[in-house]
């Protein structure tokens, strides 16, 4: 480390780790704020591990970075990361303090970080990673990133020349990071598939005109929202053409095909979720520009599964409860969640506890998100019954009923632990908490309750 300074903020950011890990909390953020109140460039000053992987984006990036670092951890690389999301500037901090010594020499082989977005301008030009993987750019909480075009000049401005970047080749947004400052740029993406559309089908689609001569694209397939290929019938622009391609993925057989060049290979299919495929697929990417091979990938991949958090399912008798978290304030993210529950097979009850649990201690929640997030997809007849849980449980009725939603399928729980005991259960095939980064704690009691009600009844 070059500086008196610097060295000091390690030594007290090392004892604070210590500290509050004797003291049972995680110390993901804590040692990061000490080492830069004492020397604010802390970033630029500690000692660089020989590799430095980012991952960024709207959604996605804490599933990523968890697959890298464990992947590279099961063939045998020692690995420092943020796995617990602490993804701004103190977050980092603490990360790079545990890959260093007491004396700031760097003890870990690698460093994995995920970097939210619109804090990426206070992280990339100092932690200068040797790649970048940007899982997609979407519209966001718009108190917090506003228009997806403004991260993506943040992300564009700030990313070192030097960084190798890993971009999605169907995301017209993200995939035009770094054209003009020479990068070295590397694309993935996922060929035309069962399903896929030309024209959209969610509210929101960011990316409907060309950014060369504002003509309307017209895409070969779309996927959700701008997710797809387009190509502009006025001035040949066109999404890049991926490096690396998935033909096919199949669930029978939970083989996912990845095709570079004249090379296909199958890799274990960690989720056949559409987002997850793409999420893995970044993964892969990364992994074989570090220098694993198809082989070492494959044998980490193996063992990974969505953490239970994010998506999983419980069966009591008949009846599947199912857990899926989204990004809070993202009608996006929601979106996706919805369009999951809607291709889902059956009939259905959907519990939503969508209510920012921080935000709404204070009631200064923005509720307009919910109006960009296609509730449409619930207005369908195999979900017989939708709960619209928390301290907004009305905004979320008025957004169901606009949306088309039956008013006699909609039960309003202002306390969310009342809902099991509002769930019809007689003749669903599958219920479905849905629940956000914020409210895991309290959805996860509502399941209990949904479970433990199924129990009794049986």
Request: aromatic letters at 8%.
């Amino acid at each position: 480390m070059s500086s008196l300074r610097a060295h000091i903020a390690l030594v007290l950011s090392k004892m604070t780790y210590r500290l509050l890990r004797v003291l049972g909390r995680n110390a993901s953020n804590a040692p990061g704020l000490v080492a830069l109140k004492v020397c604010p460039d802390y970033l630029a000053q500690v000692a660089r591990c020989p590799l430095c992987v980012c991952v960024t984006g709207t959604n996605g990036k804490t599933t990523v970075t968890n697959m890298i670092a464990d992947v590279l951890v099961a063939n045998g690389y020692s690995v420092s990361t943020n796995r617990l999301g602490s993804n701004i500037a103190p977050g980092i901090a603490a990360a790079l303090t545990n890959s260093v010594s007491w004396s700031g020499r760097p003890l870990k082989d690698a460093c994995v970080l995920e970097v939210d977005e619109r804090a990426s301008r206070l992280i990339l030009p100092f932690v200068k990673p040797t790649f970048l993987v940007v899982t997609n750019l979407f519209r966001d909480s718009l108190k917090r990133n506003a228009h997806p075009d403004y991260i993506f000049d943040v992300i564009d401005t700030y990313t070192p020349k030097q960084t190798t970047l890993i971009l999605n080749a169907d995301d017209l947004c993200s995939a035009r990071l770094g054209e003009h400052a020479g990068n070295e740029r590397i694309f993935f993406g996922i060929t035309e598939v069962e399903g896929d559309v030309t024209q959209s089908v969610n509210l929101v689609a960011d990316y409907s005109f060309c950014p060369h001569c504002l003509t309307t694209l017209q895409y070969d397939h779309l996927r959700y929202h701008h997710i797809g290929h387009a190509t502009c019938p006025s001035c040949g622009f066109s999404s890049p053409g991926p490096d690396y391609l998935v033909r096919r993925f199949t669930q029978d057989d939970q083989a996912l095909i990845v095709e570079h060049g004249e090379a296909t290979h199958a890799y274990p299919l960690v989720n056949e979720v559409i987002f997850n495929v793409y999420n893995e697929l970044a993964a892969i990417v990364a992994l074989t520009r570090i220098g694993l091979t198809e082989a070492q990938i494959e044998t980490g991949l193996s063992s990974l599964s969505v953490p239970d958090t994010r998506l999983k399912q419980t069966t009591v008798g008949s009846v599947r409860v199912v857990q899926a978290m989204s990004k809070g304030q993202s009608c996006v993210s929601c979106s996706r969640t919805l369009d999951y529950v809607r291709q889902e097979p059956g009939r259905k009850v959907v519990v939503l506890i969508m209510d920012d649990y921080y935000d709404r201690k204070n009631s200064v929640e923005f509720i307009g998100w919910i109006y960009d997030a296609d509730y449409e997809f619930l207005n369908d007849p195999d979900v017989v019954q939708v709960l619209a849980c928390g301290p907004r449980c009305y905004d979320h009725q008025v957004r169901l009923l606009l949306a088309g939603v039956p008013k006699e399928r909609i039960v309003c729980c202002e306390d969310e632990l009342d809902a099991p005991h509002h769930v019809i259960t007689d003749g669903v095939d599958a219920v479905y908490v849905l629940y956000d980064t914020s409210t895991v704690d309290v959805a996860m009691k509502v399941k209990a309750g949904i479970i433990h009600g199924l129990e009794v009844h049986q």
